[in-house]
């Protein structure tokens, strides 16, 4: 059964550099434990916040190039790792989790909504997808951040790095009417081309879509399966219907309204579907907040793969994918104090790169570079303060 806003987690961490009006719409409260606190960060500049609504690939606000404001961490922070931006460590809720040897290997279904009127790059869809294969034929590796799993357990026994990809779904169904309105200044300045959102869904709309796409295939709906709806660019997503201008009972994609909040977020619906809804990135945005790594130092998209879109959404959908193989049903995983999850504690931290600014990368998957976010250890936490890692034998020079 879905609650009502506000949830504990659910859709992104919202992390904001300058914007305070609008963590206080959402009800946030800035969270860093002792072990791992950051310096204080430049004059004019909020510290990342801990959002009551949920969390993912969360939005922040845009580095100026012309200002440079970014959060540092303190030089005590020992050198393999990062600080979490919860209130670490995570603990277990006692319910289930995904990826085990009960529930078989993680098997993760990417759907790529292309409806009428909204065409999608094949070259976006492709890349994610290579992405996740090359996650899938790496599982057991101990280099990437995916290696974290094996440390979690659950009800129905012990997590496990173990991941299978189905083949990609191509959605051509049409967009049902709108389940949420497009405010009129919406309309344009979100994407980096200045072009803005023509239709809006709400969570319902999108598990409607993914649970017709799993029907007609006859797909399973337990823990070993996750399904990643990829929404098309112009397309907003809110939590709620209705409203997208009401921050006080919405939650949204990046707009100019109060309701900005998330970027991608994972759920459980009632049929026991564990799904992820993934949102058109937004970067170089008018609104100044992104989805990308123009943000924590990057001032530029970084684009390992020559596709700043898809390079982009690679970030949230690693973050969504581990936060549902470690608390899949949002209430009895594993999360800290504060309700973080583990992508949620390494939210836009990305730690040392390697390559050329403006294609830099921090992960080798299967020989191919990728750029996402750092993920939780409780074992790193214990052992240095810190948590944020990119691989568990991941050993920084």
Known sequence: MKRALPLRRRLTVVLAVGAASLLT??????????????????????????????RIGGIDHAVSAATGCAVGHSSAVHIDSDPAVGKPPLIYHGGPVMSTHSTGPLTITPIFWTPPGHAMDPAYGGIINRYLKDVSEASGSRNNVFATLNEYFGSNGKSRYDVDVRRAVVDTNALPADGCQVASTDTQGIYADNSGYDACIDDAQVIAETESVVTARHLPRDYGH???????????????????TDGNVNACTINYQPTAAFCAYHSQDSNGMVYANMPFPVY?????????????????IETPNGNPDADTEISPTSHEIMEA?????VNTGWYDASGYENGDECAYTYGPTQGTPGSLYNQVINERHYLTQEEFSNIDFAKTGAGCIQ???TKRS
Not at 33 to 46: E, F, H, K, L, N
């Open 391 to 393: 691989g568990t034998s």
């Open 226 to 244: 996750i399904y990643v709806m990829f929404l098309p660019k112009h397309v907003e997503s809110c939590f709620s219907p209705g409203s997208t």
């Open 325 to 329: 193989a470690t608390d899949p049903d």
């Open 25 to 54: 719409s959402l009800s946030l409260t800035a969270t860093s434990a002792s072990a791992q606190t950051p310096t204080s960060a430049p004059s004019g500049c909020a510290s990342a916040g801990a959002s009551k609504v949920g």
């Open 284 to 300: 170089h945005s008018g609104t100044h907040y992104t989805c990308g790594s123009e943000a924590r130092g990057h001032k530029v």
